[in-house]
């Protein structure tokens, strides 16, 4: 089947900066969108950015100017590079990715990953 693991967070000071990764693996043939979403405790999760096949990208509010998505296809690989990070920053981080496999698209999540940053 499929996988995503991410790799890359972790605690850094305020005005610092962290980068994400989201590697698929599998019966791949295609993906689709990609994206990366955060969720805090008790609270739903938040779109952060998403990169189409072609290379469009949509930020959140609060992130535009300080994140940037960017993604390679023979690597199936995503990133997410994080600068100026604030404390309300702080929170697990999501990567998805809508993908082809065999004949049926589908939607795969990664295992999360904790980002913290201290005031």
């Known amino acids: 089947q499929v996988q995503l693991v991410e790799s890359g967070g972790g605690l850094v000071q305020a005005g610092g900066s962290l980068s994400l990764s989201c590697a698929a693996s599998g019966s791949i043939f295609s993906i689709n969108d990609m994206g990366w979403y955060r969720q805090a405790p008790g609270k739903q999760r938040e779109l952060v950015a998403t990169i189409s096949n072609g290379g469009t990208s949509i930020y959140a509010d609060s992130v535009k100017g300080r994140f940037t998505i960017s993604r390679n296809n023979a690597k199936n690989t995503m990133y997410l590079q994080m600068n100026s990070l604030k404390p309300e920053d702080t929170t697990v981080y999501y990567c998805?990715?809508?993908?082809?496999?065999?004949?049926?698209?589908?939607?795969?999540w990664g295992q999360g990953t904790q980002v913290t940053v201290s005031s």
């Open positions: 998805y990715m809508r993908i082809l496999v065999g004949i049926k698209w589908g939607d795969y």
